[in-house]
Protein backbone atom coordinates (compact mmCIF):
# COMPACT_ATOMS: atom_id res chain seq x y z
CA UNK A 1 0.00 0.00 0.00
CA UNK A 2 3.00 2.21 -0.36
CA UNK A 3 3.27 5.48 -3.01
CA UNK A 4 -0.11 6.77 -2.03
CA UNK A 5 -0.72 10.35 -1.03
CA UNK A 6 -3.67 9.74 0.53
CA UNK A 7 -3.89 10.20 4.49
CA UNK A 8 -6.04 6.70 4.97
CA UNK A 9 -3.56 4.34 3.93
CA UNK A 10 -1.76 4.55 7.53
CA UNK A 11 -4.89 3.61 8.89
CA UNK A 12 -5.99 0.71 6.53
CA UNK A 13 -2.15 -0.38 7.49
CA UNK A 14 -3.44 -0.67 11.17
CA UNK A 15 -6.35 -2.42 9.87
CA UNK A 16 -4.01 -4.73 7.93
CA UNK A 17 -1.50 -5.51 11.05
CA UNK A 18 -4.76 -5.96 13.27
CA UNK A 19 -6.52 -8.08 11.06
CA UNK A 20 -3.25 -10.81 11.87
CA UNK A 21 -3.53 -10.74 15.84
CA UNK A 22 -6.12 -13.23 17.21
CA UNK A 23 -8.77 -10.25 18.50
CA UNK A 24 -8.55 -9.33 13.92
CA UNK A 25 -9.05 -13.16 13.53
CA UNK A 26 -12.00 -13.08 15.74
CA UNK A 27 -12.90 -10.16 13.75
CA UNK A 28 -13.05 -12.53 10.78
CA UNK A 29 -14.95 -15.02 12.13
CA UNK A 30 -17.66 -12.76 13.46
CA UNK A 31 -17.93 -11.00 10.09
CA UNK A 32 -17.05 -12.58 6.86
CA UNK A 33 -17.52 -10.49 4.39
CA UNK A 34 -15.25 -8.33 2.16
CA UNK A 35 -15.31 -4.80 1.75
CA UNK A 36 -14.37 -2.33 -1.07
CA UNK A 37 -13.56 1.20 -0.28
CA UNK A 38 -13.20 3.70 -3.65
CA UNK A 39 -11.00 6.68 -1.71
CA UNK A 40 -11.04 10.15 -3.55
CA UNK A 41 -8.12 12.78 -2.29
CA UNK A 42 -10.88 15.52 -2.85
CA UNK A 43 -13.50 14.62 -4.98
CA UNK A 44 -15.78 11.14 -5.06
CA UNK A 45 -14.93 9.48 -8.53
CA UNK A 46 -11.67 11.66 -9.02
CA UNK A 47 -8.29 10.05 -8.80
CA UNK A 48 -9.67 7.46 -6.65
CA UNK A 49 -7.46 4.52 -4.85
CA UNK A 50 -9.33 1.44 -4.52
CA UNK A 51 -8.56 -0.67 -1.44
CA UNK A 52 -10.21 -4.32 -0.31
CA UNK A 53 -10.74 -5.59 3.53
CA UNK A 54 -11.15 -8.78 2.77
CA UNK A 55 -12.90 -9.99 5.92
CA UNK A 56 -13.23 -13.88 4.96
CA UNK A 57 -9.41 -14.49 4.25
CA UNK A 58 -8.51 -11.30 7.49
CA UNK A 59 -6.45 -9.56 4.88
CA UNK A 60 -6.38 -5.48 3.16
CA UNK A 61 -4.82 -4.95 0.25
CA UNK A 62 -4.71 -1.93 -2.08
CA UNK A 63 -6.83 -2.72 -5.93
CA UNK A 64 -10.41 -3.86 -6.22
CA UNK A 65 -11.54 -7.43 -5.26
CA UNK A 66 -11.30 -10.20 -7.56
CA UNK A 67 -15.10 -10.76 -8.21
CA UNK A 68 -18.03 -9.25 -5.92
CA UNK A 69 -17.25 -7.53 -2.90
CA UNK A 70 -20.31 -7.59 -0.34
CA UNK A 71 -20.18 -3.70 0.03
CA UNK A 72 -18.57 -1.16 -1.94
CA UNK A 73 -17.89 2.05 -0.38
CA UNK A 74 -17.06 5.44 -1.80
CA UNK A 75 -15.50 8.32 0.22
CA UNK A 76 -13.05 11.20 -0.09
CA UNK A 77 -9.87 10.89 2.06
CA UNK A 78 -11.02 13.23 5.10
CA UNK A 79 -14.58 11.37 5.39
CA UNK A 80 -13.59 8.09 5.70
CA UNK A 81 -10.54 9.31 7.96
CA UNK A 82 -13.36 10.90 9.93
CA UNK A 83 -15.73 7.94 9.88
CA UNK A 84 -13.07 6.18 10.95
CA UNK A 85 -11.47 7.39 13.81
CA UNK A 86 -15.59 8.32 15.06
CA UNK A 87 -15.32 11.69 14.41
CA UNK A 88 -18.53 11.50 11.72
CA UNK A 89 -21.50 9.96 12.76
CA UNK A 90 -21.81 7.83 10.31
CA UNK A 91 -25.81 7.63 10.44
CA UNK A 92 -25.65 11.57 9.93
CA UNK A 93 -22.96 10.77 7.04
CA UNK A 94 -25.36 8.05 4.98
CA UNK A 95 -28.29 10.29 5.80
CA UNK A 96 -26.57 13.07 3.73
CA UNK A 97 -25.46 11.07 1.30
CA UNK A 98 -28.64 9.40 0.24
CA UNK A 99 -30.36 13.10 -0.03
CA UNK A 100 -27.43 13.66 -1.95
CA UNK A 101 -28.43 10.84 -4.33
CA UNK A 102 -32.22 11.93 -4.08
CA UNK A 103 -31.59 14.77 -4.99
CA UNK A 104 -29.18 14.61 -7.90
CA UNK A 105 -31.53 11.46 -9.28
CA UNK A 106 -33.92 13.29 -8.78
CA UNK A 107 -32.42 16.62 -11.14
CA UNK A 108 -30.97 13.91 -13.61
CA UNK A 109 -34.75 12.91 -14.19
CA UNK A 110 -36.50 16.29 -14.41
CA UNK A 111 -33.57 16.97 -16.51
CA UNK A 112 -34.60 14.05 -19.13
CA UNK A 113 -37.80 14.92 -18.84
CA UNK A 114 -36.58 18.48 -20.00
CA UNK A 115 -35.10 17.53 -22.46
CA UNK A 116 -37.69 15.33 -24.11
CA UNK A 117 -39.94 18.33 -24.06
CA UNK A 118 -42.19 16.47 -21.35
CA UNK A 119 -40.87 19.32 -18.78
CA UNK A 120 -43.74 20.54 -16.19
CA UNK A 121 -44.03 24.09 -15.43
CA UNK A 122 -42.32 24.18 -11.49
CA UNK A 123 -40.30 21.19 -11.46
CA UNK A 124 -37.16 22.02 -12.35
CA UNK A 125 -34.45 21.96 -9.72
CA UNK A 126 -31.57 24.38 -10.17
CA UNK A 127 -28.07 23.00 -9.13
CA UNK A 128 -27.35 25.62 -7.08
CA UNK A 129 -30.03 24.42 -4.93
CA UNK A 130 -28.21 20.92 -4.81
CA UNK A 131 -25.97 19.67 -2.45
CA UNK A 132 -22.48 20.54 -3.94
CA UNK A 133 -21.23 16.99 -4.34
CA UNK A 134 -24.11 16.89 -6.35
CA UNK A 135 -23.92 19.92 -8.24
CA UNK A 136 -21.33 18.39 -11.29
CA UNK A 137 -24.57 16.40 -12.11
CA UNK A 138 -25.64 19.15 -14.06
CA UNK A 139 -25.53 18.51 -18.15
Do not use: W
Amino acid sequence: MDGSSLKSVQLLEQMRLHLATDAGKEIVKKVGLVYQFNISPKKIGVDEEIFTVDLKKGEVTKGPYDGKPDATFSFTDSDFLALATGKMNPQIAFISFSRCLMNCECYVLQRRDKDQGEHKRGTEVHPRYLPQACQTVEG
